[in-house]
C-alpha cells in the first residue's frame, strides 16, 4: 500500500526543549488508516496534526473499543534517528487487536508507515538530553451504531510528540502508595492488552494517591489484593538480596517492553531475575530482615523510575535511604546508552528510521 502524504502549510514553533514535560506538545504531522469490514485496512496517509471529525455515535465513545502503544524515537550524539524495539510494540498492538476483537494490523508495515512519519517530522525529534520524540499508535472504533458488538470500521493513527520525563521526579526515586481498595485488573480482564479502559479504570486510586503525597500507586491482583502486580505506567521490580524478583506475567499484567529489555539485560550480566508471585508481606518481610534493597519501575514512558518510599496500609519503606540504588543506575545508564547509541547493542535492539 502506498502511504499517501499531505504536508502541512503552517508548520508550528518548536517548544522549549527544557520545558517539555510529558505529552504536552505534538508534531505537525499524523499517520492515518482506515478499516472497513470486507475491504480490510485502507488508505494510508500522511496529513497535518489537527481535529478529526466523529459522529457523536461512534463507537469507541460508548464501549470503549479502543487500545494503544507507547515508543520513542531517539537523536544519537551523531544527530542519526533511531527506534528501540518498534517490532516488540507491533506485536504488542496485535495482541491487544486480538483481546478486544479490532482487525490486526500488517506490523512490517506499521513500522514502515511510523518510520516515514517520523522522517516527514525528523526535525521534531529532540536533542536536549533525556528528551526524545514519544510515538503514539492507537485504534478506535468509527461505527456509528449504539448496540454492543465489535465495530465493523476502525481507524489506526499514529501521532507524535517531543518529550522530557514523564515524571517530574526524573530519574529520582517517586513515592508510591500500595492499593488495597480499588483494583486495576482481573486474570481475564483486559489487564494484559494495552487497552483504554485499563488507564480509565486507574484515575481513582491514582487520585487519591495524589491527594496523599504518592507519585503513582502499586496494584495489587484483583482477587486477593496480596499480590503485586504493576505500578501505575510501569512493571516493578524488587531486589531482595541477591534476587531480582518481578511479577509473572499471569494475565492481568502488562507485558511490559522495557520490562522485558531489562529482565534480558539482567540476565546476560549473570544476575538472577525470577519471573513469579511476589506478595507484598514478602516485600515487608525481606524488608524487616535487610535484604529489600532496591525497587525501580520499568516503562517506555517512565524509562527506569527507582521507588524511593511505598506505603501498604499506612506502614511506610524508605528504600535505599529514599535514593537510586546502584543496580536501577545501571540498568538505566545501560538501557538509555543502548537507546541513544552510547554504548553497545548486543541484543540488536535499536533501528535506524
Ligand atoms: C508508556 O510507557 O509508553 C505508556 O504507554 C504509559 C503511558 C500511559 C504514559
Known amino acids: 500500500m502506498e502511504i499517501k502524504v499531505e504536508m502541512t502549510r503552517n508548520p508550528k514553533a518548536k517548544p522549549d526543549p527544557d ?3 510529558f505529552g504536552n506538545y505534538f508534531s505537525d504531522h499524523m499517520f492515518i488508516m482506515d478499516y472497513t ?55 504488542r498492538l496485535n495482541a491487544s487487536c486480538d483481546r478486544l476483537c479490532i482487525p490486526r494490523i500488517d506490523e512490517d508495515f506499521a513500522i514502515k508507515a511510523l518510520k516515514q512519519l517520523i522522517n516527514v517530522d525528523i526535525d521534531w525529534v529532540p536533542s536536549q538530553e533525556g528528551t526524545s520524540l514519544y510515538i503514539r499508535p492507537f485504534i478506535i472504533a468509527t461505527d456509528p451504531y449504539l448496540g454492543v458488538r465489535p465495530s465493523y470500521t476502525y481507524q489506526f493513527i499514529i501521532i507524535t510528540g517531543p518529550v522530557g520525563a514523564y515524571y517530574k521526579e526524573g530519574i529520582n526515586p517517586v513515592k508510591i502508595y500500595v492499593e488495597t481498595n480499588y483494583v486495576r485488573a482481573v486474570i481475564g480482564g483486559l489487564g494484559q492488552a494495552k ?17 496523599k503525597g504518592y ?12 499480590y503485586v ?20 506475567l499471569n494475565g492481568s499484567i502488562l507485558p511490559g517492553i522495557t520490562r522485558k529489555s531489562c529482565i534480558e539485560l539482567l ?38 523510575s527507582p521507588i524511593g518510599e511505598l506505603n501498604w496500609n499506612d506502614k511506610k519503606i524508605v528504600l535505599n535511604d529514599g535514593k537510586i540504588g546502584e543496580l536501577s543506575q545501571k540498568l538505566y545508564d545501560n538501557l538509555t546508552g543502548i537507546q541513544y547509541t552510547k554504548v553497545p547493542d548486543p541484543f540488536n535492539w535499536v533501528t535506524k528510521v
Open 267 to 304: 540476565r546476560h550480566w549473570g544476575v538472577k531475575v525470577s519471573e513469579r508471585r511476589i506478595s507484598m508481606e514478602e516485600i515487608y518481610d525481606a524488608n524487616e530482615k535487610g535484604q529489600l534493597r532496591e525497587a525501580f519501575g520499568t516503562g517506555t514512558a517512565a524509562v527506569i
Open 215 to 226: 507519585t503513582q500507586v502499586l496494584w495489587l491482583d484483583g482477587i486477593e489484593k496480596k
Open 37 to 91: 469490514e470486507g475491504k480490510g485496512w485502507h488508505d494510508p496517509r500522511i496529513v497535518p496534526y489537527g481535529p478529526i471529525s466523529y459522529e457523536p455515535s461512534i463507537m469507541v465513545f460508548h464501549y470503549g473499543q479502543s487500545i494503544f502503544e507507547g515508543l520513542k524515537a531517539y537523536r544519537t550524539d551523531k544527530g542519526e534517528v533511531v527506534l528501540f524495539r518498534p517490532d516488540e510494540n507491533m506485536k
Open 195 to 211: 487497552a483504554s479502559a485499563n488507564y480509565a479504570a486507574s484515575l481513582k486510586a491514582q487520585e487519591v494517591a495524589k491527594k
Open 229 to 248: 502486580e504493576e505500578v501505575g505506567t510501569m512493571n516493578v521490580f524488587f531486589v531482595i538480596g541477591d534476587e531480582v524478583v518481578t511479577p509473572a
Open 19 to 21: 520545558k517539555l514535560g
